[in-house]
């Protein structure tokens, strides 16, 4: 397709320059001349018809090298991809699950830690509260002893105001009395 497509094609431009050249007088030709020529012509479309297919299948040739090598190339640069993909997935694996390892072993130390400090608090609540319990029963016991004490002085504080006010009573008796037997004020 390609030969025929070229033939016509330089068919067609010497059929142009010669309808071109045409327009020019020229010389007389004969018959032989003429077939002589169109031999050369042949000679010549069926040199570029070799030297095309030979321009043909050197291009062929270097297309299919080229798309080879390419695809060598692509194939090389895939596997090699793929292979630093691997390793880059391979070293993320590991440097995450050392991480996670890592991770964890902080998470048991802060768990242990935080249960530690725990046990420690709540045996400072258990102190303070027995220190505390302690604390409100020695008030209990104090408050207990002032209530007493209290409660005694008053009944003492009552018993006095009965005894001094029966004295007082038993003491104005004894002075109406000895009013009463002392002379009156102007006789003696």
Do not use: C, Y
């Not at 045996?123 to 209530?147: E, M």
């Not at 006010?165 to 038993?170: A, F, S, V, Y």
Request: aromatic residues 6%.
């Amino acid at each position: 397709m390609n030969k025929i497509l070229s033939a016509i094609i330089l068919i067609s431009f010497f059929i142009l320059q010669h309808t071109v050249i045409a327009v020019e007088t020229a010389p007389r030709i004969s018959d032989r001349e003429i077939i002589e020529s169109l031999a050369e012509i042949r000679g010549n479309l069926k040199r570029l018809d070799e030297k095309l297919d030979t321009v043909d299948k050197s291009l062929n040739k270097r297309i299919d090298d080229l798309d080879s090598n390419l695809n060598k190339r692509i194939d090389d640069l895939d596997s090699n991809l793929n292979k630093r993909i691997d390793d880059l997935d391979s070293n993320l694996n590991k440097r995450i699950d050392a991480l996670d390892s890592k991770l964890n072993k902080r998470i048991d130390d802060l768990r242990t830690d935080i249960n530690s400090r725990f046990e420690e608090v709540g045996n400072r609540f258990d102190t303070l509260q027995w220190t505390l319990g302690l604390f409100i029963t020695i008030a209990l016991v104090i408050f207990g002893f002032v209530l007493r004490m209290q409660w005694q002085m008053h009944r003492r504080q009552t018993q006095m105001e009965t005894i001094l006010e029966t004295q007082r009573e038993e003491l104005l008796f004894i002075k109406k009395l000895i009013e009463k037997f002392q002379p009156p004020r102007g006789v003696l």
